[in-house]
């Protein structure tokens, strides 16, 4: 079976003819690549490689040539010196046999491979999303970390180069550890547009490097209007009537082991580094692994496949490419595969037909199917499958799974085992002392189990309501902390609670949007699947809308745990060890709802710092994620205007009807979790839920125009500015306040004041509208002037009264003019 051209026909025809879709650029195009649909929410079509080795078998000549001279052009690129200090990083899942191919090209370069594999005892060294894949997550486990801390090029290898994106997100994650002068982006096919080839450029010019590319062939595919929605039609339709190829009965045997003598220590590929020194012990090793595999082929083999699993793709084609000399038979080579791709038996479809049976390696993901690609039918007399240690398991073996699977489609089937190679794990530093579990809804919050953790302790026993006036005079006058008891909950009105409701219609889509942005933003620019730990409790119902983003638009189900901040006092340490003990503290991202004028952001940056230097735990981030930036405080936002977001509005019932958090020495003990209470008694009062469904709802109407925001952004100078904060304290010093703590910037921090301080008058932007309407209403209830400004950075400010005693409200407990 041919699959480039079948009887004069492309096999990217039959995609191009009912999508509307075009391939256009070099000659050598569609002899590189064919067309198949898969389904999938970015990109319905799947350019099909010939020569790539994954979806369709090619003889291993051909496909470690094309690998080897495209290393031998980057060597030519770099010339002796640079070659000499260069490392090859590959993409898995598809490129890992390539990347390693580009390195044996180069000359004496180590080699490294992304990885959808986690490794107990290894440190990542990186991570990055890939957008378009089936499956976007990428590790970077090098057993040496120095491997990538070097300055010399950097060359990055992909079997396709199609937007820059997973290009672009790599070099920002590594560049930003560890500098370099020189990137070289090497690619089968260069199918990028001429704004994404200038967006690289942008980029390049902005982080002051070169990025040469080099590639096969180059050109582009032109998509159509509505490709992906009729691409989702076609696979809905033949995808009902594609059936699934399964194993005969009474297949044992046909099924047999033969035994490579593989080098003792040597790695199965590039997962954790390959140096030029591994390559020579492969390759003195090769004549005899090749001959053991060529005697156990039955007599008058003709036809031969080496399949390979997954990310092991190297270790098979070389032994492929050595069987391919030695053996008097024809030789193909392809991989096993997690990417779903339509198969349909037609000369000018990539995709003949698929075998399907379950993952085989105990997956970090969970189970899930797996495919081998255009085997069936192909007229194999022999499949050699080779497969790492960790895949030879029960279910590789099963009467569903792969060996099979083979076995239906050919008279003999050969497993050859590689051992899996785990570097030897660094000493591991004490554990810290145990710490509770994180509380979850039902018991501690309205929101179900899944949605957040609580790294709190339940004080909802404990009386520490007090009243506002109270409160203020006794944080002002010094007497006690904010944070030592709680405001009574603001019980919303009949009339406010229709506000609130009005205010979210108007706002959903743009809340949705801004939840979008800064969700992609966090995935793209801080970890492929980052821990989302909310600053309780504005921050919590952002970290949940996070969270469904990041299922809806790539079906990833990250953690989500809510801690505490109080300023002055920091963040719980305690809730750090726990997040350290249980995640790479490089994952995590600290979520807040807004910044005001970035005391939290300050606050939380000096916390991580202290704990750092007592804990000896490092890696935490303090860069905060906020839904709005009105500060200018964070590069990491989803939007920064200053406008309203209804859950400000509302104090517990929108926040899972938990209390603000509480800090104080005789509640909360060294080992303790900060505390909070759990409002049972407001549940009929309670929007917690309704409000992340009222915005997770329009997720499927702002996903375009989140993708296009996003590619703005990456573009944007997003240096904090900090001009929140410098007009805060003209503020201070133009009203006579003289503390910066009592001036609260932005509409969320005004409706904060509103609901919980002892507001003295607030500012409003002249010509703010509907977005301030919440805020009129409570300046009213509470007997606030509201004084327009003209000049104002934010739509509104809060101001609390500077010289708060009980002599400065009215008997109606309302503040009076001063």
Known sequence: MKNAVNDGVWSGSWVAERLGVELVGDDGLPALLGLAL?????????????????????????????????????????????????????????????????????????????????????????????????????????????????????????????????????????????????????????????????????????????????ATASGTVLLPEGVLEKGRELVARYESAEGRLSPSSGHDGRVSRVDLPWPSGLPDGGRHGFTPAHRARLEAALPAMAARMAEALPAGTRRVLVLGFEELMYAPLRLAHELERVADAEVRFSTTTRSPVLALDDPGYAIRTRLVFPAHDDPADGPGERYAYNVAGAGYDAVVAVVDSVADTPALHAPDGLLARLAAHAPRVLLAVVPSYVPEPPHAPERPAMLPEPLRGPA???????????????????TLEAPTEEREEAIQSGGAHYAESLPVEYQPSEQYQELFQTALDASAARLAHAVGVVTETVITERSPRPVLVSLARAGTPIGALMRRWARFRHGLELPHYAVSIVRGRGIDANALRWLAAHHDPRDVVFVDGWTGKGAITRELAQAIQEFEAKQGVTGFDPEIAVLADPGSCVRTYGTREDFLIPSACLNSTVSGLISRTVLRADLVGPDDFHGAKFYRE???????????????????????????????????????????????????????????????????????????????????????????????????????PVEEVGELPYTCVGLIHPKYTRGATGADGKAVNV
């Not at 501690?444 to 026993?461: H, K, M, T």
């Not at 375009?704 to 900090?722: F, G, I, N, Q, Y």
């Not at 003295?760 to 007997?783: M, N, T």
Request: glycine share 8%; net charge negative; aromatic share 6%.
């Open 38 to 214: 898969r389904r999938n929410p970015r990109r319905a079509h799947l350019l099909v490689s010939n020569v790539l080795g994954k979806h369709v078998p090619q003889s291993p000549s051909v496909v470690y040539g094309h690998g080897f001279r495209l290393g031998r052009r980057v060597h030519e690129l770099l010339g002796e010196t640079e070659a000499a200090q260069a490392v090859v990083l590959g993409y898995a899942e598809t490129a890992t046999g390539l990347g390693h191919a580009v390195a044996d090209g180069l000359g004496p370069a180590p080699y490294l491979h992304s990885t959808r594999r986690p490794v107990p005892g290894v440190a990542s060294a990186g991570g990055f999303e890939e957008s378009h894949s089936h499956a976007t997550s990428h590790l970077l486990l090098p057993e040496d970390p120095a491997l990538l801390a070097g300055d010399g090029p950097l060359v990055l290898v992909d079997d396709e180069f199609s937007t820059g994106n997973t290009v672009l997100n790599t070099i920002r994650d590594l560049h930003e550890r560890h500098p370099r002068r020189r990137y070289v982006v090497v690619a089968l096919v260069d199918m990028r547009s001429a704004e994404d080839t200038a967006r690289l450029r942008r980029f390049a010019d902005d982080i002051g490097a070169r990025v040469d590319v080099i």
């Open 444 to 462: 501690f919050s309205s929101y179900a189990p899944e949605e957040v953790g609580w790294l709190l302790q339940d004080l909802s026993d404990v």
């Open 682 to 784: 407001l549940a009929g009062a309670d929007v917690s839920v309704a409000f992340l469904d009222a915005v997770s709802a329009r997720f499927p109407e702002v996903a375009d125009t989140v993708e296009s925001a996003v590619k703005e952004l990456m573009a944007e100078d997003r240096t904090p500015t900090w001009a929140g904060w410098r007009a805060v304290e003209r503020i201070s010093e133009e009203y006579g306040i003289h503390d910066v703590n009592l001036v609260k910037p932005g509409v969320g921090e005004t409706t904060r004041v509103l609901l919980r301080r002892v507001p003295w008058k607030i500012l409003a932007r002249e010509g703010a509208g509907a977005d301030l309407d919440h805020v009129r209403l409570l300046a009213e209830q509470r007997g606030v």
